[in-house]
Nanobody, 115 residues
Framework: QVQLVESGGGLVQPGGSLRLSCATS????????MGWYRQAPGKQRELVAG???????NYADSVKGRFTISRDDAKRTVFLHMNSLKPEDTAVYYC?????????WGQGTQVTVSS
């Protein structure tokens, strides 16, 4: 059974940094590309960053140069390193397959960027 558990969110000032973690269970990590997504209030959920099994990455234009996605194969965990955070980065962040599977959405982790 696939389970994805996000953690690491919080309140941070503009310009600050956070590292999000996504712990996975089941076979999802070793078989599929993974992605981080976010949903801000009143907006649709969007892809923020993705990483293939081979380590190739892709990013939304809005986060290029500021966010870095990585994966730890031994720990079956996907990370999102976020630097130079902006108020517009405020959202609930989720991980999932890329492309996502509806049944795999977890609770997400809240990121709030505010002074």
């Amino acid at each position: 059974q696939v389970q994805l558990v996000e953690s690491g969110g919080g309140l941070v000032q503009p310009g600050g940094s956070l590292r999000l973690s996504c712990a996975t269970s089941g076979s999802i990590f070793s078989r599929y590309a993974m992605g981080w997504y976010r949903q801000a209030p009143g907006k649709q959920r969007e892809l923020v960053a993705g990483i293939t099994r081979g380590g190739n990455t892709n990013y939304a234009d809005s986060v290029k140069g500021r966010f870095t996605i990585s994966r730890d194969d031994a720990k079956r965990t996907v990370f999102l390193h976020m630097n130079s955070l902006k108020p517009e980065d405020t959202a609930v962040y989720y991980c999932n397959r890329q492309p996502p599977v509806g049944a795999y959405w977890g609770q997400g982790t809240q990121v709030t960027v505010s002074s």
